[in-house]
């Protein structure tokens, strides 16, 4: 089936030139196809007031969580910039330095401040006691946890925009420093900057002499060769973790990412140098800048009452912001570490059509919930590699499995050696499973579930659940209704749950309960000679590509239609829409939900769910 009028044509076009005059006739049939689309018309899409209030109304944890960061880097950055700027301890440090002392020391604050909160969305296990914990509370707040990368790319954007502000003013800094030294006029920054470096509390200037250039300051200083250290750090891991790179080359963001580590060590020791400065509180005594500042001039005079300043290094602040969270994060992997030196033993193997390897696997004490994932590891391919799988296997099941397409190096290379028939299997580390969005889908009356490719991974657990409670009779499933759509590109995807699908309308049917489950198949890519044959057998009972009695659909859904036939038989019901898919679909269904909802909290409710890991 096509959706937009241009495809609909060519598609008619190509397959009159493939097919005999009497078989062109049948094409009335591929016209059903396009009219069971067609005959919903799109609904009168609410207005913009309409949306922006159920957007409110869905995201006000989050927008006051976001206010509330926010709010507290101002503050922080506020409150440095004004206490350097304003306070007397730096009164002389200002008059070789200005404002960029304030603005250094300001957002060095941030810095810390969002360098302690950067590996907190990333402590898995962290986040999986805390969505067990909140399961007893409003699902508002467990939603909170499925945002956690969004938040940990926020706190990475706001390091780089105070990494930026903090080197840009210590530029300035040291090119005063180097000024302010070199000068002979005589003046207060003059004699401030050629007090001795003899004595540890007499100096101001970091430059020693006046031939002592910025760049050997920058590279032989501790603050200054670790500033660039983790500079470099920062650059390296934001730029390996752009979108394309990730989904492209994940080795590259794998390693790179775990620069960290050096990033966070040379945080810790960044201030040690005590390059910055301020005056002594015994020197002040002596000394106090607004008596003596302009007496400047006779402060070697013994008989003079003004004493030359004396001056101290800055503490390190920073190791005080990330201490916590650094043991936080260490106690994380080493749970990590212990659960994946864990045995697995792999019990089945099935390769299925385009390059899809499943692996089904036991392990003791392994326990999990529907639509969850594990982190997986092969040792013979990279000890340090582990990428994120949603696990296919329903919790009834004696045993998990995970489906692995070939998208990348690593996943190529154990597919591959998986396909070698006489080379022993090789070992498998596991560590999970680690909670999504997707637990909480029959916490919901009415759950849309969609799946792009091999995005129908954590669906294909939910429905084999379902499975097993109708098999069980559970009373307790409070979902009523579900929808499942599952789009795909390649026309041998298909066979990956064919049989699944099969059992689950047939276990349906026996139970009278054929209206419990609809879900649709959609075909994005295919030929003129494959279509005319769906046209040719669209009478038969079964679909001629997948077997099953739904009939596979050729484009993309048409998701107004789509929620507003949902909104329309499901009035006053809360809508669970969970995606496994590309960003571009997420938008389109977040606005759909956003649309459809309506204001009034007895009526119809859809709440957006994207899988994120």
Not at 455 to 483: E, R
Not at 570 to 584: D, R
Request: charged content about 15%; some cysteine.
């Amino acid at each position: 089936m096509c959706y937009q009028g241009r495809q609909c044509l060519t598609l008619s076009h190509a397959v009159s030139q493939t097919l005999t005059w009497t078989e062109v006739l049948t094409l009335k049939n591929l016209s059903r196809i396009q009219a069971a689309e067609s005959s919903l018309l799109p609904a009168e899409a609410p207005n913009h007031l309409l949306t922006m209030v159920n957007w409110v109304v869905n995201h006000w944890f989050s927008v006051l969580f976001l206010v509330a960061w926010l709010g507290l880097n101002v503050f922080l950055f506020v409150h440095a910039f004004l206490s350097f700027e304003k306070a007397t301890k730096y009164y002389y440090t200002r008059q070789i330095l200005g404002s960029a002392l304030a603005w250094a020391r300001a957002s060095a604050r941030c810095l810390n401040f969002n360098s302690m909160l950067i590996l907190l969305p990333v402590c898995r296990n962290l986040l999986s006691f805390l969505r067990g914990t909140c399961s007893f509370y409003r699902s508002t707040l467990r939603k909170q946890l499925d945002h956690n990368l969004s938040f940990h790319k926020l706190v990475g954007y706001m390091i780089c925009l105070h990494t930026a502000i903090h080197i840009i003013a210590h530029l300035f800094n040291l090119e005063r420093y180097s000024r302010s030294r070199q000068a002979t006029d005589g003046s207060l920054a003059s004699i401030l900057s050629n007090l001795p470096h003899q004595e540890n509390y007499s100096w101001l200037n970091p430059i020693q002499s006046p031939n002592t250039t910025v760049v050997y300051v920058t590279f032989t200083s501790i603050a200054g060769l670790t500033g660039v250290i983790i500079t470099v750090a920062l650059v390296l891991m934001v730029t390996s973790a752009m979108e394309f790179i990730r989904r492209s080359y994940f080795e590259v963001f794998w390693y790179t990412h775990h620069i960290f580590i050096i990033y966070f060590i040379g945080l810790g020791i960044h201030g040690l140098g005590g390059i910055v400065r301020g005056q002594t509180e015994e020197s002040m005594a002596e000394n106090h800048p607004h008596k003596c500042a302009e007496f400047f001039e006779k402060w070697d005079d013994p008989a003079s009452h003004c004493k030359p300043p004396q001056f101290e290094g800055l503490p390190a602040e920073s190791w005080k912001w990330i201490l916590a969270p650094g043991i936080l994060y260490i106690f994380e992997r080493i749970l990590r570490f212990y659960r994946s030196q864990q045995k697995v033993v792999i019990t089945k193997v099935v390769m299925h059509p385009s390059k899809v390897l499943e692996l089904q696997m036991h392990k003791h004490g392994f326990s999990m919930e529907v639509g969850q994932y594990i982190f997986v590891n092969c040792p013979s391919i990279s000890n340090l590699e582990w990428h994120p799988f949603t696990l296919t296997s329903a919790p009834e099941e004696d045993f998990f499995s995970i489906h692995i397409r070939a998208v990348g190096d690593w996943t190529e290379t154990l597919i591959r050696t998986f396909e070698k028939q006489y080379s022993p299997v090789p070992r498998i580390q596991v560590d999970g499973p680690f909670g999504t969005a997707s637990e909480d889908v029959f916490q919901y009356e009415v759950a849309v579930l969609v799946g792009a490719g091999i995005g129908v991974t954590p669906f294909a657990s939910i429905l084999k659940s379902i499975w097993y409670k109708f098999q069980h009779a559970d009373q307790n499933l409070k979902t009523q209704k579900i929808y499942f759509y599952w789009i795909c590109r390649e026309m041998g995807a298909f066979a990956w749950f064919n049989d699944l699908l099969a059992s689950l309308e047939q276990e349906m049917e026996e139970l009278g309960k054929v209206g419990f489950l609809n879900y649709r198949l959609f075909l994005t890519g295919w030929d003129s000679n494959f279509a005319g044959h769906a046209a040719l057998n669209f009478d038969k009972a079964n679909d001629i590509l997948t077997g099953l009695k739904q009939k596979t659909f050729f484009g993309r859904p048409k998701w107004d239609n789509e929620f507003s036939t949902i909104a329309t038989a499901h009035p006053k019901s809360a809508v669970g829409v969970f995606l496994c898919g590309p960003q571009t679909l997420a938008k389109s269904l977040s606005k759909c939900c956003r649309q459809y909802s309506s204001l009034d909290p007895r009526k119809v409710q859809f709440y957006f769910n994207k899988e994120n890991f």
